[in-house]
């Protein structure tokens, strides 16, 4: 695993980077649709948009939990390398 990981990593930086942008983007786009909720009357499209808003709050939290999740991950394997640096001493 830890072999694919050192050959596809600029891949793998790549697409964190855009999954990034696009939790970033749908945030930006959560905030007008909860402006939008203060002005509109009709129920169908309060009702849509709360879904949209819904469905863009669940791709957010996500990525909040895959950018705290390897955050941890390499505060982890950090941890290992001081560790196993110390011990060597």
Request: overall charge positive.
């Amino acid at each position: 695993m830890i072999e694919r990981l050192k050959k596809h990593w600029i891949f793998l930086l790549i697409a964190l980077i855009g999954i990034n942008y696009a939790g970033f983007y749908l945030l930006w786009e959560s905030m007008g649709i909860s402006d939008a909720l203060e002005h509109v009357e009709s129920e169908h499209v309060i009702r849509k948009l709360k879904q949209k808003d819904f469905l863009y709050t669940l791709f957010v939290d996500a990525v909040l939990i895959l950018d705290f999740s390897l955050i941890l991950l390499l505060l982890f394997i950090g941890g290992r390398k001081i560790v196993q640096l110390i011990i060597k001493k």
